[in-house]
Structures are given as structure tokens and as C-alpha cells.
């Protein structure tokens, strides 16, 4: 084989790596089963769970 034909292997086999990741990421994004877990985790920055500014005082 040629430079030129393993550079084109190559390239097509890390472009379906690359999909294949993308389309098990988009699969578990889109689960249903995770939308609860999705949804606790976009309201955590919201949440006032930090200790009070004199918490070192009691």
C-alpha cells in the first residue's frame, strides 16, 4: 500500500469513529430515562447549598 492509500483508511476509519461516537452520545442525550438526572443537573447551579460565610464561627 501506498503513503496515500493508508492516509485515505485512516481518515474514513477515524471519521466512523468519530460518527459512531456522536450518534452513542446523541442516544444517551436523548434517552428518556436520563431527562430526570438532566434536569436535577441543570438546576444544581442554582442551589443555595453553600455553607453560610460564618459557618468557621459557631
Do not use: C, H
Not at 450518534?23 to 442551589?47: C, D, G, Q, T, W
Not at 455553607?51 to 468557621?56: C, E
Amino acid at each position: 500500500m501506498a503513503y496515500e492509500d493508508i492516509q485515505v483508511v485512516t481518515q474514513i476509519a477515524s471519521l466512523a469513529l468519530f460518527m459512531g461516537i456522536m450518534v452513542v452520545a446523541y442516544i444517551y442525550a436523548f434517552r428518556r430515562s436520563n431527562k430526570a438526572k438532566f434536569a436535577e443537573a441543570s438546576e444544581m447551579p442554582l442551589r443555595d447549598d453553600a455553607p453560610p460565610a460564618d459557618w468557621d464561627k459557631q
